[in-house]
């Protein structure tokens, strides 16, 4: 039995694994050779792509975009969703049970059915092709699952941790920044995390509510490299890998934060 668990573990991994592999091993591949007959799986490296990417103006605004967007997106969606888990947690208020199932009714929508409102929207705010615009609608998108996140999270958390700051004259806000949010550091982690790879590869609503290249993200940048007769695959394997990396490496440090964060978050609500 355990035999055959691990033969099915192994090849579900060389199955995740493989299609990554190719990407890696394409991006150092001239245009030509990717798909040569037979097909070769090592060949001479060439970091040609690479330096094609890093020498373009606009490739590097696309990752520039992407950075500021996913930081900008992940900055104010822990802040309003700490602010909005705490007051869910702790407080009592009118139409708190309608706004906590209108959250979580969003969580159910299909985001593509929003994509031709929040075009409307945006257009009629001024916000389309804008920063702001991309933002805010990233925003959408994350909250409900950081609201959610964090307010299991901070149910968690025994009120005699808020009784105990208010006794030595902190106010509620204070018991918050000065003792919640410390302790709640794995579960604000995961979210943050969640927040970014959202943003950070989302496809339909950057290609949607963005028409200048100036404002593209990399998932746009990488459709791109996609012509009408022809597909520069060196390339776009090489800024695949290159917008893997940034969430690769949050991934490998704060995994063990992200894994916490959401356990103790699901284990109370």
């Known amino acids: 039995m355990r035999i055959g668990v691990s033969i099915g573990l192994l090849l579900g991994a060389c199955f995740a694994v493989l299609p990554i592999l190719w990407m ?39 990752f520039l975009n992407s950075y500021l967007v996913a930081g900008s997106v992940t900055l104010l969606t822990v802040l309003v969703a700490v602010l909005a888990a705490f007051a869910f947690s702790r407080y009592e208020f009118p139409g708190k049970r309608v706004i906590n199932v209108v959250i979580i009714s969003m969580q159910a929508v299909p985001p593509i059915t929003l994509l031709i409102p929040f075009f409307g929207l945006m257009v009629k705010l001024k916000l389309y092709n804008t920063y702001p615009g991309l933002i805010l609608t990233y925003m959408v998108l994350t909250l409900p699952y950081a609201i ?8 968690t958390l025994p009120r005699e941790l808020d009784e105990a700051a208010n006794m030595d004259g902190a106010s509620s806000f204070g018991a918050l920044w000065r003792i919640l949010v410390p302790v709640s550091i794995p579960g604000i982690v995961s979210v943050a995390l969640y927040t970014f790879m959202i943003a950070w590869n989302e496809y ?39 917008g893997s990396i940034p969430v690769v490496i949050l991934f490998i440090f704060f995994q063990r934060h992200f894994i916490g964060g959401m356990t103790a978050g699901s284990v109370k609500s």
């Open 204 to 242: 339909l609503f950057a290609l949607t509510l963005t028409k200048t290249n100036n404002m593209r993200t990399v998932p746009i940048g990488i459709q791109l490299l996609m012509g009408q007769h022809s597909y520069d695959w060196s390339q776009m394997m090489a800024m695949s890998v290159l």
């Open 148 to 155: 959610i996140m964090l307010t299991g999270y901070f149910n």
């Open 24 to 62: 890696v091993l394409s991006s150092f591949k001239p245009n030509s050779r990717i798909f040569a007959d037979p097909p070769e799986l090592f060949s001479s490296p060439t970091f040609e792509a690479y330096a094609e990417i890093l020498h373009d103006p606009e490739k590097i605004r696309f």
